[in-house]
């Protein structure tokens, strides 16, 4: 993924039959994803047209011109697409602040300077945010795990969480 690109949302299922799309925006405020210039990994341009609270019909721009999808069928393709901005267009974080982006290839390092690995992706399926580490971990991305982050260093410091014995049993 191009490091310069930020996911800023995904197109969801096709809302009626007039090429509509849920849209789940990754933004503080959904409505302004519409006011960044969009785009796909492919490079396609991507205009939203908010119809109401996340759902949008959807303009591709494609090498070949521009195409308004128009039908369910054209909408449902889309499923799953991500949508990107460039990230020159984006504010700077304030202090205190990153975009999440940017902590994929921070080493991950303990308090006590133990090497824990490298950032590869920071997931977020609704319930909190985790870091997943080059080892496959995952750490939760909270101030008691991650109590500090400094960008300049590339390093996140982490306090893993101490497992419980027996939390979990597995029968086979």
């Known amino acids: 993924m191009d490091r310069a690109l930020i996911l800023m949302g995904v197109i969801g299922k ?3 039959v007039r090429g509509a ?3 789940h925006a990754y933004t503080e405020n ?4 519409a006011d960044f210039a969009l785009r796909d990994q492919r490079g396609r341009t991507i205009d939203l047209a908010w119809i109401t609270e996340g759902v949008a019909r959807i303009t591709l721009h494609e090498p070949t011109g521009k195409h308004i999808v128009a039908d369910r069928d054209a909408a449902a ?3 799953n697409l991500q949508l990107f901005v460039e990230r020159s267009a984006l504010p700077p974080a304030d202090d205190d602040e990153f975009y999440l982006a940017d902590l994929i290839g921070l080493a991950a390092i303990g308090a006590d300077g133990t090497t824990h690995g490298t950032i590869t992706a920071v997931h ?7 870091l997943e580490l080059d080892d496959g971990s995952l750490l939760p991305f909270t101030r008691a795990v991650v109590p500090e982050i ?3 260093a590339k390093r996140a410091i982490v306090v893993p969480p101490i497992e419980i014995p027996g939390e979990i049993e597995v029968r086979e």
């Open 150 to 152: 400094d960008l300049a």
């Open 124 to 130: 977020d399926y609704g319930a909190g945010a985790s």
């Open 21 to 23: 799309v849920h849209v």
């Open 30 to 33: 959904p409505a302004s994803l």
């Open 14 to 16: 096709p809302h009626g």
């Open 77 to 79: 393709k889309l499923v």
